[in-house]
C-alpha cells in the first residue's frame, strides 16, 4: 500500500513517460482483475501523486480510493501504463474515462 513517507517509485518503463502531458493511462489493481483507466492533461507522475494521497485520505470522490476501501484492495502502481498520448481538447473529449472494470 502507498505511504506518503515511502513512496513507490513508477516502474521503470515508465520514466520516459512520466514527464508525458495529455496521456491516457491504465492503473490496474494488486487483488483483482480491475484496472482504472483514466486520462489526464498532467504528467503521469503528478497524476498518480494524486491518486495516492487520495486513497489514503480515503477520497470518496477518487474512483481508486473507492475501490481500496470498498474491497480492502492494493492498487498495483508499478503496472501503471500510458496508454497512448493525448492531445488537443476535442481529441481528449473523444475518448471515455472508463474508471474500474
Not at 32 to 55: I, P
Request: hydrophobic share 30%; charged share 25%; proline share 3%.
Amino acid at each position: 500500500m502507498y505511504s506518503p513517507q515511502h513512496p513507490q517509485c513508477l516502474h521503470h518503463s515508465l520514466h520516459l513517460e512520466a514527464g508525458t502531458k495529455g496521456i491516457m493511462y491504465q492503473v490496474p489493481c494488486k487483488d483483482c482483475d480491475g484496472v482504472y483507466t483514466g486520462e489526464s492533461k498532467r504528467t503521469l507522475k503528478v497524476q498518480l501523486t494524486k491518486h495516492k494521497f487520495a486513497v489514503v485520505r480515503g477520497d470518496v470522490n477518487n474512483v481508486i480510493a473507492v475501490h481500496v476501501a470498498k474491497n480492502e484492495h492494493n492498487i498495483d502502481w508499478g503496472n501503471t501504463r500510458v496508454v497512448r498520448s493525448v492531445r488537443g481538447y476535442w481529441e481528449k473529449r473523444d475518448i471515455d474515462t472508463i474508471g474500474i472494470r
